[in-house]
């Protein structure tokens, strides 16, 4: 199990059977699966994990707390700028704002991470 966090073939195999997983749940509970939930929003987790790790493994040093507090700023600000454009915050519009921008910031950051990793080793 340990081989699937830290060597990158493992992360990009678990994340793809977790999609599988996702997949065949969301037509097995067809009826029953919210509508707006996207296979992309059970990423995020799994991302910042493996991207501690790969940071540790090129750098001695981790990347997450930066990427932690980059995702509370960004909190902060969509919610001060849900206030002045609409008046007002609806807990699910911006629960699931700030979750798709999670989404994207954590592939980008953890892409961005495997492409340092890879070329840290080839070099």
Same mark, same amino acid.
């Given at each position: 199990?340990n081989?699937? &966090? /830290?060597? @990158?073939? #493992? ?6 059977a977790?999609?599988?997983?996702v997949l #065949?749940?969301?037509?097995l509970?067809?009826? =029953? @699966?919210?509508a707006q939930l996207?296979l992309?929003?059970?990423w995020p987790? =799994?991302?910042?994990i493996f991207?501690h =790790? ?9 990347? $997450?707390?930066?990427?932690v507090?980059?995702l509370?700023i960004? #909190?902060?600000g969509?919610?001060i ?8 915050i609806? %807990? #699910?519009? &911006?629960?699931?704002?700030? @979750?798709? $921008? /999670?989404d994207?910031?954590t592939i $980008?950051? %953890?892409l961005?991470?495997? $492409?340092i990793f890879?070329?840290?080793?080839v070099?």
């Amino acid at each position: 199990m340990n081989d699937l &966090f /830290t060597n @990158w073939l #493992g992360q990009i195999s678990l994340i793809a059977a977790v999609s599988v997983v996702v997949l #065949g749940l969301k037509r097995l509970l067809r009826r =029953f @699966w919210p509508a707006q939930l996207l296979l992309i929003d059970f990423w995020p987790p =799994f991302l910042i994990i493996f991207t501690h =790790f790969l940071t540790l493994q090129t750098t001695d040093s981790s990347i $997450v707390p930066y990427e932690v507090i980059s995702l509370m700023i960004m #909190g902060i600000g969509l919610t001060i700028l849900s206030v002045i454009q609409q008046g007002e915050i609806l %807990y #699910g519009r &911006f629960f699931r704002l700030f @979750w798709r $921008v /999670t989404d994207l910031l954590t592939i $980008v950051i %953890y892409l961005l991470a495997l $492409v340092i990793f890879l070329l840290t080793r080839v070099a």
